[in-house]
C-alpha cells in the first residue's frame, strides 16, 4: 500500500483501506475501471468512467490509495457541501477548463440516458439548460453559474456515503 504522511489513519481511513485492498484485485496497489465495476453498486452507473477520471489525478488510468481516499472522504460527513458541489461540477467539466460547454453537457447526459431519449430531444434539453444556467451569456456554464442553478437544491445530501 502507498502511504502518505498526509493521511491520519482515523477508524475511517482504516475502512477504507480494508475496503481498498478487496477492491484491488491483483493487488498492484492501484484499482482499475475493472476492479471498480467489481462493486454491484457501480456496475449500473454509467458515470462511473466520469468518477474514475476524477479521482485519478495523476490521469494514468488507474486510482492509488491516496487518490482513492481523497476522492472517497469527499463524500463521507466530514465532506463539505462545497467538495460535494465542485466534485458534482466536474462530473460535467469533461476536459477540465472550468466551464461545463454544450457539447460535455450533451456527452455526460447522453452517457445517463442511453437510448432512452433521442439526440434531437436531448440537444433541445442540453440548449435550453445551457441558455437558462448561462448568466454571463459567453455559451457555457462557469463553476459560479452552476452553483447558482443546483447550490439550492439539496442533491449534495444524497451525496454522502458511509465510509
Same mark, same amino acid.
Do not use: W
Given at each position: ?13 482504516? /475502512? %477504507?483501506?480494508?475496503? *481498498?485492498?478487496?477492491? !484491488?484485485? @491483483?493487488?498492484? &496497489?492501484?484499482? =482499475?475501471?475493472? +476492479? ?47 467538495? /460535494? %458541489?465542485?466534485?458534482? *461540477?466536474?462530473?460535467? !467539466?469533461? @476536459?477540465?477548463? &472550468?466551464?461545463? =460547454?454544450?457539447? +460535455? ?56 456515503? !458511509?465510509?
Amino acid at each position: 500500500m502507498s502511504s502518505n504522511n498526509n493521511i491520519q489513519k482515523t477508524p475511517e481511513v482504516r /475502512r %477504507l483501506d480494508k475496503r *481498498f485492498k478487496k477492491l !484491488d484485485l @491483483d493487488d498492484s &496497489g492501484e484499482l =482499475s475501471v475493472d +476492479e471498480f465495476m467489481s462493486l454491484p453498486e457501480l456496475q449500473q452507473n454509467p458515470l462511473v468512467q466520469r468518477v474514475i477520471d476524477i479521482f485519478d489525478k495523476d490521469g494514468n488510468g488507474e486510482v492509488d490509495f491516496n487518490e482513492f481516499i481523497e476522492g472517497v472522504l469527499q463524500f463521507s460527513v466530514r465532506g463539505t457541501k462545497e467538495q /460535494r %458541489l465542485r466534485f458534482a *461540477f466536474r462530473i460535467y !467539466d469533461m @476536459d477540465n477548463d &472550468g466551464f461545463i =460547454s454544450n457539447g +460535455e453537457l450533451f456527452q455526460v447526459l447522453k452517457t445517463m440516458v442511453g437510448t432512452n431519449v433521442e439526440d434531437v430531444q436531448l440537444q433541445q434539453i442540453v440548449d435550453k439548460t445551457i441558455v437558462s444556467a448561462d448568466t454571463d451569456g459567453d455559451g457555457r456554464v462557469s463553476y459560479q453559474e452552476f452553483c447558482a442553478v443546483v447550490g439550492g437544491l439539496d442533491f449534495h445530501k444524497n451525496m454522502i456515503v !458511509d465510509v
